[in-house]
Structure formats: structure tokens, C-alpha cells
């Protein structure tokens, strides 16, 4: 059974930092990888896709790698803004002979202050 | 736009009462997915589908019941057989009926038992 795992749970960092959040699982034999950001009461936005073929996504000062062999990916965060507080949230897909299973981390909570 | 719209955004429901919640696309997406967070937990799957009149069940599904007679519209109905449905639910879908190429979100429908 696939596993997601997010650390931390909670990270609280100053404006401007730059910054990583890590997603590991279990099962390397993935198909893709999507990172999420979710807003208090909100739904998902989808913020960068890799598929498995792949190393790394860009898209603006977000960032994400990905490591199938080891199970890992990271998020990072360029100069961060306090807009970017939210949860972020991993999500990997497995390939099934049945319906495809996408498996989601429990995210990291982050807080950028002033 | 295109996206998923969910409502309503709050839902009460009395004990014993059954209530649907609404999801609609204007993506042209295959496959949709109904999934339950609760605090602290990662979001469990509980009905998809990969084409019209055709759905799966997830992990979660006792309780709930859905139906895809549009390709647009996948609506859920939680029972009265599901005995804690307080959560936030949130619709998706992907383009693929195997739901490769990542996944949008709606904006969510938070249930409360009162």
C-alpha cells in the first residue's frame, strides 16, 4: 500500500526566506507526481505536475524534483511572500489494473510572517 | 472559465436525513472523483468515475451513493447509513478516464450533522 508521507507538518518562516518541503512514499513505482496548495476552507489548486519520466517542474519562484528511486520530491519556494501561506499538499499516482490511485500526503502547513 | 463548481459551500444535515451534493465540470474532463478530508487526515477517495453511467467505488464508499448520467455532473448523495459524515468534500477531475494528467479541484462542500 502506498504511502505519503509530509515533514513537517507545520512550518513557520520569516518573508523572504527561501524554503523546501519534502513529500516521500513508499511505492517508487509511480506514475506521476502533483504538488496542491490549499487555503483555510478552500479546495485544491494544483501547482506543479512531474511526471515520472521527469526531474524537476518549474513554474515561477515554485520549483519541484523529483526523486523516483529514493521516494522523494521537494518543493521549493523562492522568496517567500505571505501570500504563500497556506497547506501543501503531495499527491502520487500509482498505475492499477482497475482504476488508478491517486494517494495524497496529509500536508505541510505553512505560515510566512512579516 | 473552465472549472469544477461544487455546491453548496455549506451543508447541514439533520440525523436520518439524506442530502446530494452538487459537482459540475465545463472541462470536458472523462474522469471524477468525490473525496472526504477530515482534520489531520489526507484525503480518502470515496466514488469515481471514469465515464458516463459508469462509476467505482473508492475506499471510503459505504454510506454514500453517486451517478454520472452527464458527462458534466457527478453528484453525491451521503445517507443515512453513513454514520459520521461531518467533513469537507471535495469534487475533481481529470482529463483521461485513467486520470492521468493531473487533477482540478472544485472549491469544496463542508457537511455538518446538526
Known amino acids: 500500500k502506498q504511502e505519503v508521507t509530509q515533514i513537517p507538518a507545520a512550518l513557520s518562516v520569516p518573508e523572504g526566506e527561501n524554503l523546501v518541503l519534502n513529500c516521500s512514499f513508499t511505492d517508487s513505482a509511480i506514475y506521476n507526481l502533483q504538488w496542491f496548495r490549499q487555503d483555510p476552507g478552500k479546495g485544491l489548486t494544483s501547482l506543479l505536475l512531474?511526471?515520472?519520466?521527469?526531474r524537476e517542474q518549474t513554474s515561477g519562484r515554485l520549483n519541484a524534483s523529483l526523486d523516483k528511486s529514493s521516494g522523494r520530491s521537494t518543493l521549493y519556494i523562492a522568496a517567500s511572500q505571505p501570500g504563500d501561506s497556506a497547506t501543501y499538499l503531495c499527491?502520487?499516482?500509482?498505475?492499477?489494473?482497475?482504476?488508478?490511485?491517486?494517494?495524497f500526503g496529509t500536508g505541510t502547513q505553512l505560515k510566512v510572517e512579516l | 472559465d473552465g472549472g469544477i463548481t461544487q455546491s453548496p459551500k455549506y451543508l447541514f444535515r439533520k440525523e436520518g436525513q439524506n442530502v446530494t451534493l452538487s459537482c459540475e465540470q465545463n472541462l470536458n474532463h472523462d474522469a471524477m472523483y468525490w473525496y472526504r478530508q477530515d482534520p489531520g487526515q489526507g484525503l480518502r477517495l470515496i466514488y469515481y468515475?471514469?465515464?458516463?453511467?459508469?462509476?467505482q467505488k473508492g475506499d471510503i464508499a459505504e454510506g454514500y451513493s453517486v451517478s454520472r448520467e452527464k458527462k458534466e455532473s457527478f453528484p453525491l448523495t451521503v445517507t443515512s447509513a453513513q454514520k459520521n459524515p461531518t467533513a469537507f468534500y471535495l469534487c475533481a477531475s481529470s482529463i483521461t478516464p485513467q486520470g492521468l494528467g493531473g487533477y482540478t479541484f472544485g472549491s469544496g462542500t463542508r457537511l455538518t450533522v446538526v
Open positions: 512531474i511526471q515520472s519520466s521527469q
Open positions: 499527491a502520487v499516482m500509482i498505475l492499477t489494473g482497475g482504476g488508478n490511485k491517486l494517494t
Open positions: 468515475s471514469q465515464i458516463v453511467n459508469d462509476f
